[in-house]
């Protein structure tokens, strides 16, 4: 009963935030910051190469650093990106294909490349906005620039002034609010229900699954719920460096033998590819009838591939930038260009590898989802499709869908390290960072309820809290476009154009000079 409740206001909600307006300024602030900058995703390709995957292994970005609440460009990516590479791009790419066809593929695609924009702008702002807190720590984030750029602190130029005072400290409020509440939607119960699932289905326990407690709950599932609690409590309550750590280990493991698996599937099945990528594009303003066809079905794929894109990177969220502001890098714009790779692995790759798996396995209308009727192969449903192709495959003794548990279990599992340390980070703005052991500990009890809750309701919540932490963070992205532009501009022109101009680096004249002493270090 309490359960139909939620579920009754958690939909009024999500169809306030994920409607028209939500969508519009989600994709909206990506256009306009995309335009602004001339197209840097494309026209600089080439530096963000550069500086991202192509120094990945220098000293600057790998080395670990001692300081305090300080970690290295390599740990924050991949802290943000254990936080991103979740089970959106497992079950998420699944469920988007599920509900709104192949044609959801391309909108998921569309989001993320404006979306690598929106995703610069907030860590360019993330930098430059960032502070030391009480315990010596860098603190940045979605709250900070709402508080200190859009509601106080005046630029130089006179037409890139804001001074809404009120409005931006309510903002940065309601913000964290979104944030720690969302910490235990996407960043706790979603992702640990989806493990659950998984882990339920290819590792099955008969002696346990067998026995329900709590109305209709398998002890097997609550089981697995404890487990995974105790997990994430050892790991977490140890803060960001120990986070960063566990993330820099498992992140580029758990991609690239993903990768390489899908490629597998991908290379077996070589025959439906050119079909797929067909299905994918015209199914996009041509939707089958099994999602309503016309109109109707463009905006269901539409809908539920910018939902699940945005599920899967984050990009509008103001999530990651709370992580890369723990970065020990001195440019604003260099940690931006991280946020554009981690964007592009997120959603361009991995993303893209998962529903290649989904529609070519089989084949698309004989395989595990058959494009033109939206019906899935017997015995699966959008939680453990991605292991039935798997399964289709590599067959023998259940290993195909075990694989894919292990990897949902490693992707969803280092999500919800990510995300409690976002929600720690929301809950120091509110209440001081002394006390965000507490807010730790509620995240890892939050953990138990996504062994319990229903598969739909667990994601529908965390779409909700998505969407609701997206409306002031574009709101204050869109307010800053300019300082955004102007940091980026210095950024070119001294190190692209080689011009003797002094560098924007932070708001703050002190953290100024700290960042202009390691950039002459």
Known sequence: MILDKIAEINGSINGVVWGIFGLALLIGTGIIVTCCTKFFQVS?????????????????????????????????????????????NIAGVAAAICIGGAGAVFWMWVAAFFGMMTNFAE?????????????????????????????????????????????????????????MLASFGIGSMGQVNKI????????????????????????????????????????????????????????PFMVALFVLGSLVIIGINYKAIIPAFKAIFVNAFAPEAFVGGGIGGVIVAMTNGFKRGVFSNEAGLGSSVMVHSN????????????????????????????????????????????????????GLTDATLVGGAFNAVFSWGNIGQRFIAIAMFLFAFTTVLGWSHYGSKAWEYLFGAKTTFIFRIIHVCTVIFGAILSSSLAWDISDTFNGLMMIPNLIGVLFMIPLVIKITKNYVDRKVKGKDVAPILSYDPETQKEMESKLDS
């Open 44 to 88: 600089r390709l080439a530096l963000w190469w550069k500086n991202t995957i192509g120094s990945i292994f220098t000293k600057n970005v790998l080395k670990h650093r001692k300081e305090k609440g300080v970690i290295s460009p390599f740990q924050a990516l991949c802290t943000a990106l254990a936080a991103t590479v979740g089970t959106g």
């Open 327 to 378: 970065s020990s890098v001195a440019e604003p714009v260099k940690q931006g260009m991280w946020g554009i790779f981690e964007v592009f692995a997120d959603t361009m790759i991995v993303c893209t590898m998962t529903a290649l798996v989904v529609l070519t396995s089989g084949g698309l209308t004989t395989g595990v989802f058959n494009i033109e009727t939206g019906e899935l192969a017997a």
């Open 196 to 251: 659950v699932a998984n882990v339920a289905a290819a590792f099955d326990v008969q002696a346990l699954s067998s026995i329900t407690v709590l109305g209709d709950v398998s002890l097997y599932n609550l089981l697995l719920g404890v487990i995974i609690m105790i997990l994430t409590a050892v790991i977490t309550l140890g803060g960001v460096k120990r986070i960063a750590n566990v993330a820099e280990k498992i992140v």
């Open 123 to 179: 860590n360019v702002l993330g930098i430059y906005f960032r502070r030391r807190n009480s315990e010596g720590e860098w603190s940045g984030g979605a709250m900070y620039y709402l508080q200190d750029g859009l509601g106080g602190y005046k630029y130089e130029d006179k037409h890139c002034k804001a001074g809404f005072k009120g409005v931006g400290k309510i903002l940065a409020v309601l913000f964290c609010i979104f944030t």
